[in-house]
């Protein structure tokens, strides 16, 4: 069975700082995983996804994710929090091309 | 032009009506999908088409009943609505079963009150 935790419901962090979701998937096989945000009253949009090309994936908006398989986690990042980044935060996986399972969210509030 | 569109955007309605909730993507996608966003924004798939045929059908209430015309449309009909089906429908869309990592492509989003 697959599935994605995300740890932190809530995560707040000032303008111009580090900002840091996590991601812990399990799987028995290599996964497929992305990230999605949804800012408020919209839709999910992709922001990045991993497709074993590379362990280091560079998504929209400064964003990147690190795939580490030892630790079963695909963290996001973003050098500096722009007011603009404060939405909900989702990370899935899938391993079939029509399944795919979403952790529960991260909202990122940006402190000015 | 939008990727996935779904219509009405809001739904307000009393317990007990027959609403439907229509979804159309431009994409070419063979593959489409309904979830279900709750007040704490936790996503939950309801069902997935490939090509007009079903092929995920989570454990849902059977008051709810997707129909796809074609494999450009998912339709949501749900019979009798109640207070706790309250929530944001979400379609998206996937290339399709050919390809594992391909995202969703998801729509605005339709947001249904019952009263």
């Not at chain 1, 963290?75 to 007011?83: F, V």
Request: hydrophobic fraction near 35%; aromatic fraction near 12%; include cysteine.
């Amino acid at each position: 069975a697959q599935s994605v935790t995300q740890l932190g419901s809530h995560v707040s962090v000032s303008e111009g700082a580090l900002v840091l979701l996590r991601c812990n998937y399990s799987s028995s096989v290599p996964p497929y995983l992305f990230w999605y945000v949804q800012y408020p009253n919209q839709g999910l949009q992709l922001l990045l996804k991993y497709t074993s090309a590379a362990t280091l994936v560079k998504g929209i908006n400064g964003f990147e994710a690190e795939f580490k398989k030892s630790e079963t986690s695909f963290h996001l990042t973003k050098p500096s929090a722009h007011m603009s980044d404060a939405a909900e935060y989702f990370c899935a996986v899938s391993k079939t091309g029509n399944q795919f399972y979403f952790g529960t969210g991260t909202s990122l509030t940006v402190i000015p | 032009d939008t990727a996935v569109s779904q219509t009405p955007k809001y739904l307000v309605t009393q317990m007990g009506n027959d609403k439907s909730i229509k979804c159309e993507q431009n994409l070419g996608h063979d593959t489409m999908y309904w979830y279900k966003q709750d007040s704490k924004k936790f996503l939950k798939i309801m069902f997935s088409y490939n090509n007009k045929e079903l092929i995920i059908n989570e454990t849902v209430p059977n008051r709810f009943s997707p129909k796809s015309p074609d494999k450009a449309h998912l339709n949501l009909h749900i019979n009798s609505l109640e207070l706790g089906d309250s929530a944001v429908y979400f379609c998206a869309s996937s290339l399709g079963l050919s390809s594992s990592y391909n995202e969703q492509f998801f729509g605005p989003g339709t947001r249904l009150t019952v009263l």
